[in-house]
């Protein structure tokens, strides 16, 4: 009997990470299609059963011997119906019946869960979580999106919106504008945007030289990564706007903590590829706000499976069915 | 064959409750007995096996039909061992094997968890919690505790440390110091100590007048009871009390409510007990600082059950093991 595979989606907005993994979570064949956001997203379905038919073809695998599709969606969604309830950022209708639509193009089983969630399943199973079944993941990237595990399973919520970490108020008044229509979210401050945005502000109030200061006169443009470059470069700019950032992700993280006391928070997405630059800050902020037994016995660490974190932990999905 | 029962035993620091229960979660009998802290907690299991024993006689319920005892303890706990880990307010030893010699002294099984995990049990089974399967519970009394489910089980916390939601930082720096080692936590604001101090500090720095100096005065005490009672007849300093303490909890809740989404947030405690002159304001400040749709899904409730909480919670232990 051949071995049965299991199949990870990973829904963006601009491309779908797609993989086929055994049950043991090894990627045997991963690859990437542009995600068709128009007719309200009807052509999603139909593209992903198009593009794993084929595939199972060239790989010459046959249908019967997949277990299954997990798949992680941009949006807040109903785990037993398969519902995304809704994805702003996408265009999609409300409510959109992505499992049902997506077992009827593939004749195989589908579990949706939230993207964020998946990332965070993943570095459970695979990654930085190292099997620990309490576990909060946080992903750093253009905005900031929270997984949370206790024990051993995603905490979905009553109406899916577990986990919304960059909306927790770090700035209880006086904080920057965030999409979400709430000002202050660790969101306007820890995300690679906003990070920028602190950099800019703190430039405009500043002296007028360093590296930032340069970067921003060549370029015209700066990046969260340009902030952590010139921090190591120890740009007194850099410097302070890391100092911003770390004391409200490390306050949040701890009180993120204080409420679960995971066995590890683990930091994702592309702002904490910046490393110990930014987490030796937000470590000892952590350390200060914890409660004496979580800062000792709740670790943060920086996440390990990259972009393959979400077709990973989609795949858990149905593995652990 | 007669009906099985389930004991609930609430131990705290100077009274130990006790309860029968059926299955159905309905007390049939409850009594107190004191805590005997001496001799480094040794008389503890062998007072509550006592009291267990004379009980069952006095209203002819054989042993043999006692599933079990639950028992929450105040302090971390390690539910698989049954070990307390400490309880420096108590005197006994760390890590005292509370479930081992309960078991010992009854011959029954015993499952020990944290109180306040006991207490949201309770209210999750038969109080504000209505069966909600994610449900976070915060005590307001002397102290701020709290109790996390989620998916329908305790949260525990790698080290039992989850629930630590006094020790919430909400007032990250300058805040009142806390017996945790660190200052500005939840506790030193919303529990009864921690809104008397603050009453206190606003009378010092305002007027000599209104209803809170004048009991102060008649009294030479002040309790938080007083507080609310002097809000509802409108005294300024009284208001403004109530507000700090809205904006800080209504602010923490908001934030747990980020991360967890549960479908309620049970206030209980004594504090609790003030009802809409405080509830009204921590709503209110609950939907200012909640994402959107934590917001219209997450309720916050005043606790149903009271002190039976504890051993309702402590019972649903066993009937759930």
């Known amino acids: 009997m051949a071995e049965k595979w299991l199949i990870g989606v990973d829904l963006g907005g601009t491309t779908t990470k797609l993989a086929f993994l055994n049950f043991y979570g090894e990627i045997i064949h991963k690859w990437e299609i542009p995600t068709d956001n128009s007719n309200y997203g009807k052509n999603i379905t139909i593209n ?14 046959s249908k019967e011997n ?8 941009p949006g807040p969604v109903d785990l037993a119906s398969g519902v995304v309830y ?12 992505l499992k049902d639509l997506l077992e009827v193009e593939t004749s195989l089983p589908v579990i949706i869960d939230n993207d964020a969630n998946c990332a965070a399943l993943g570095e459970m199973w695979k990654g ?29 919520g009553t109406s899916g919106a577990a986990g919304e970490i960059g909306h927790i108020a770090a700035i ?24 920028v945005r602190i950099a800019l502000d703190k430039m405009k109030k500043g002296q007028d030289e360093g590296m930032l200061h340069e970067l921003h006169r060549n370029y015209g443009f700066l990046s969260a990564k340009d902030v952590f470059d010139a921090a190591r470069q120890e740009d007194d700019t850099a410097g302070k706007v890391i100092e911003e950032v770390s004391f409200h992700l490390g306050l949040v993280l701890a009180n993120i903590a ?29 350390a200060r706000f914890a409660f004496p037994r979580v800062a000792v016995s709740t670790s943060i660490d920086i996440a390990t499976l990259g972009n393959d974190a979400g077709v990973i932990g989609a795949a858990w999905l149905i593995k652990n069915k």
Do not use: R
């Not at 997949?66 to 969606?73: K, L, R």
């Not at 006086?174 to 401050?189: F, H, M, R, Y």
């Not at 997405?269 to 470590?283: E, F, T, Y």
């Open 172 to 195: 209880p008044e006086g904080g920057a504008p965030c999409n979400c229509g709430k000002t202050g979210c660790l969101e306007t401050i820890a995300s690679a945007t906003g990070i």
């Open 258 to 286: 204080n409420t679960l006391n995971p066995e590890k928070i683990v930091l994702g997405g592309g702002v904490s590829k910046a490393g110990s630059i930014l987490l030796d800050p937000v470590k000892a902020q952590f």
């Open 48 to 61: 992903i059963a198009k593009a794993i038919d084929l595939k199972l073809e060239e790989l010459d695998h």
């Open 86 to 97: 809704n994805t702003v950022n996408l265009g999609w209708k409300d409510n959109y019946p």
């Open 128 to 156: 930085a979580g190292d099997g620990a079944k309490d576990l909060v993941c946080v992903t750093l990237g253009t905005g900031v999106g929270g997984g949370v595990i206790a024990n051993g399973d995603i905490v979905q």
């Open 66 to 73: 997949v277990a299954g599709i997990g798949m992680g969606a």
